[in-house]
């Protein structure tokens, strides 16, 4: 896709070049400076545009039998997922052309470097140095597990049952590393307080993201190929050999079956690393854990407000659970003290389900199961051909450095005209919104909630995450990075982390930075009642050019910002003030209105069918509320525009691209179609309809287009067809 992008303006552009050899004009100015210049670069930017465009369009799919056919039906033939990545989308694209950039940037010397600059680009060296840390690879992971005790499947009959304890050593582990195995701790905002960082109790985070792919049998291959992974692991990491690291494997993976199957909440927070290791094991079935540049399409809202709001004491939840979990004892190892504050408790079954597994574990698979994940932090990346590991080194910068990076990225490349245009677009489709809460579309929430409803909207904020004149010695100053030793670099940032997480503790909040996730799409981040726009998607070309239609802005940037706007007011964003704190404003009635709407989404999206099998059942209904009241808001913000500016006397013809028989209006529904243009490989498909909080993407076209009658009537489908059902869900 990008390939094709840029032939064409390479085309244009030495097309421009002859002219002005042959004509005797001036020197003809580069590449860059042609797309930048209006008189000069719009045409190959538009037509570039238009071709990427009809590439992926299938003109003989009707538009109200399956618009998403009709808008991707030959992305799949362009884009198959035969290699890697085995997924391919409009946000891997984009991440892509970012890490090339970041690429650039991490192998060259820059005189503007900051001190904290120059420790990244040695971390990024000292990753591509590994191969050099092979021969010592095993004794240094060795190293580490000694720094905690023995690992059984190294030690053999030399290991003692009576010489391990568990809690100890998962305490020990969080202590040094901040690493949570099976049971541990999280220092963050106060969902009901944002003035205070308060802690939260919480089992490990589901190394598979979701119960389903422990349990239910369309995903056996998965667990098989998850075993290998580990199983390699063991031999090529710690040097276990084949047959006792396919044993050992089977039994850590029963005990995490067992441990994870009786979870009750599915936590979403899995490393985009260990996600991508754990796809590329359903390809790679002899199990070699690989790190590819596949990045996460999309990232919802932020989820500190679905940590369990069960405020309590350490005392408490020590009678309550004694002697199944010692908190205390716990606590008092993996902080060094005692904290007196309220803390947020565990969900009592999960720990009901932790002393069973345990009581039926023998103890050295337990062992093992630790070491396992402990080391787990630790791997070197391991290309399968050498010209792999730059971008593997690359993902793990990102993973490690994904604010300094963005830092870097903005500093060379942004430029003010986009920032202004973005902010442009925040306030219509801000202002949109207000009028949408004043009229009578939305006549069914009661002017109380409508008016409390009115002042959060006026209090939500956006900003372009730049971290611009952020100063970053302070937070990363501290940490020891060289260019030859890559795992003593990721042991000084796990001891980094480690001493932060404490510090939050006496620390008032700051601003949320999971700098990873904010580094891919717009994120609404609700203890701030704020939207942050990440620098990756305002890369021209993209999402965004000077020259693109504002129909394509809209229905794409529009679209993922008016997303964000409406998870302010979802399942979730709904219960929290406009201080970002956790309050009910909603009155009965209003409330009443908002439950049955949600009913409606849920029994819609259930009975899609993906795969050959209806969708699973999601537990809660926010991303799809904000897909159809982001792309009615975002369409709405359009129509605005488009008013103003034709009242204004603007030239409407830019409203159209070239070879493209398309009204405007048309244009923003195919782009937001083809935003979610997707290609995933077949063994892939089951995974990710099972834990993405999202519906899988061509339902992110249908079911939000299905249930906008303005989509409806720009392509002339007949009530009753496919895309204009008689029954439409719609709260905003």
């Keep these: 896709m990008e390939f094709l992008r840029l032939l064409l303006l390479l085309v244009g552009w030495l097309a421009l070049l002859w002219r ?25 930017v538009r037509y570039a545009k238009s071709a990427e465009i009809r590439n992926y369009l299938k ?13 991707c039906g030959n992305y799949y033939r362009i884009n198959p997922p035969n290699m890697l990545p085995y997924q391919s989308n409009t946000f891997q694209t984009i991440s892509g052309s970012l890490g090339r950039k970041i690429a650039t940037l991490l192998k060259t010397d820059d005189a503007a470097d900051t001190v904290i600059d120059k420790k990244v680009k040695r971390f990024f060296e000292s ?6 840390l092979k021969p010592h690879y095993a ?10 005790g023995q690992m059984p499947v190294l030690e053999g009959d030399r290991w003692r049952e009576t010489d391990f304890d568990w809690l100890k050593t998962v305490a020990s582990i969080a202590y040094k590393y901040d690493i949570r195995i099976i049971v541990g701790h999280t220092n963050q905002v106060d969902i009901s307080n944002n003035t205070v960082n308060r802690m939260h109790i919480l089992m490990q985070d589901m190394p598979l993201e979701s119960t389903a792919i422990y349990v239910e049998d369309v995903h056996a291959s998965f667990r098989e190929a998850r075993q290998k992974v580990m199983a390699v692991t063991l031999q090529n990491a710690l040097g276990v050999n084949s047959k006792l690291a396919k044993q050992t494997a089977q039994e850590i993976f029963k005990f995490e079956t067992d441990l994870f199957a009786g979870f009750s909440n599915d936590e ?3 490393t985009e690393e260990e996600e991508e290791e754990e796809k590329n094991a359903i390809k790679n079935k002899a199990g070699e854990a690989l790190d590819d540049d596949d990045d996460q399409n999309e990232v919802a809202h932020s989820d500190l407000g679905d940590l369990k709001p069960n405020l309590t004491t350490i005392e408490e939840m020590q009678s309550k659970y004694f002697p199944k979990l010692d908190v205390k004892r716990m606590l008092n190892i993996s902080l060094g003290y005692m904290p007196k504050d309220p803390v947020y408790d565990l969900i009592e079954d999960e720990v009901d389900n932790l002393e069973t597994v345990l009581r039926e574990t023998p103890l050295r698979t337990v062992a093992n199961y630790i070491f396992y994940y402990l080391i787990d932090s630790f791997l070197i990346p391991v290309p399968k051909q050498k010209h792999e590991l730059e971008t593997m080194c690359i993902r793990r910068t990102k993973s490690h450095f994904a604010k300094v990076l963005d830092s870097m990225v903005y500093r060379k490349y942004a430029t003010d005209k986009t920032e202004q245009d973005v902010n442009y677009m925040w306030q219509t489709i801000r202002s949109t919104f207000r009028n949408m809460l004043e009229s009578d579309k939305l006549t069914w929430m009661r002017r109380e909630t409508r008016n409390y409803a009115l002042e959060k909207l ?4 956006l900003e372009i995450n730049s971290y611009k004149g952020e100063n970053f010695t302070e937070e990363f100053n501290p940490l020891t990075i060289g260019s030859q030793d890559y795992i003593e670099n990721l042991k000084s940032l796990q001891h980094l982390r480690a001493l932060k997480s404490r510090a939050k503790l006496r620390e008032a909040p700051k601003t949320y930075d999971d700098a990873e996730s904010l580094s891919y799409t717009p994120v609404y981040i609700t203890t701030e009642n704020l939207i942050k726009v990440p620098v990756s998607v305002l890369q021209p070309f993209f999402l965004w050019s000077d020259h693109y239609p ?15 706007l409406i998870h302010g007011f979802d399942e979730e964003g709904r219960t929290y003030d406009t201080r970002g704190n956790k309050h009910e404003w909603w009155d009965a009635d209003s409330n009443s209105y908002f439950g049955n709407q949600t009913e409606c989404f849920a029994h819609q999206y259930g009975n899609f069918i993906f795969n050959g099998r209806k969708l699973p059942e999601l537990s809660s209904q926010s991303e799809n509320i904000a897909d159809n009241g982001g792309i009615r808001l975002a369409y709405d913000a359009y129509l605005n525009w488009y008013e103003d500016a034709a009242r204004s006397f603007q030239n409407m013809n830019l409203e159209s691209l070239p070879r493209l028989n398309y009204t405007s209006k048309q244009l923003f529904f195919i782009s937001y179609g083809q935003l979610w243009c997707s290609a995933t490989h077949p063994a892939l498909q089951d995974y990710v309809s099972s834990t993405d909080q999202h ?6 076209v249908l079911g939000p287009l299905k249930n906008l009658e303005e989509f409806s009537k720009e392509f002339n489908c007949p009530v009753g067809s496919p895309m204009n059902p008689t029954k439409k869900c719609i709260i905003y």
């Design 695 to 700: 519906v899988p993407e061509k339902f992110r």
């Design 550 to 564: 504002n129909a394509l802005k809209f229905g794409t940037l529009g679209f993922l910002v008016s997303h964000e």
């Design 458 to 461: 006026k209090t939500i904020r």
């Design 20 to 44: 002005h050899n042959v004509h005797g004009l001036p020197a003809a100015p580069t590449l860059p400076e042609v797309l930048n210049n209006n008189e000069e670069g719009k045409d190959i």
């Design 268 to 270: 979403d927070e899995e």
């Design 127 to 132: 990753c591509l140095k590994t191969e050099a």
């Design 139 to 148: 004794a240094k992971l060795k190293a580490i597990i000694g720094e905690f």
């Design 59 to 71: 003109p003989s799919e009707k538009p109200c039998d399956n618009f998403y056919d009709f808008t």
